[in-house]
């Protein structure tokens, strides 16, 4: 059975930071990409991030380049989220995700994490 278990949500003042974690389990994740989206109340989920597990290449949203940085252990089976310079406008829970490489259906997601920026 897949798991992705989110963890490292809180309260953060702006301009502070979090890291997020997600653990993957239950299958072997070499030919997939994982991903960070996120959805605030009242708004459509977005993404956020994206990275192939296996050769690493990244990819960002706009809103989000130069201040988060999506990674991967392989060894822990982990994917992580490091937020700088957070914005009120970050506030959201943030889920994780996989899809295989070359789709952009994504066939897991967490349960998601709350973070929250205050002002």
């Known amino acids: 059975q897949v798991q992705l278990v989110e963890s490292g949500g809180g309260l953060v003042q702006t301009g502070g930071s979090l890291r997020l974690s997600c653990a993957a389990s239950g299958r072997t994740f070499s030919n997939y990409a994982m991903a960070w989206f996120r959805q605030a109340p009242a708004k459509e989920r977005e993404f956020v991030a994206r990275?192939?597990?296996?050769?690493?290449?990244?990819n960002y949203a706009d809103s989000v380049k130069g201040r988060f940085t999506i990674s991967r252990d392989n060894a822990k089976n982990t994917v992580y989220l490091q937020m700088n310079s957070l914005k009120p406008e970050d506030t959201a829970v943030y889920y994780c995700a996989a899809s295989l490489i070359y789709r952009s259906i994504y066939d897991y997601w967490g349960q998601g994490t709350q973070v929250t920026v205050s002002s």
């Open positions: 990275i192939n597990w296996s050769s690493g290449y990244t």
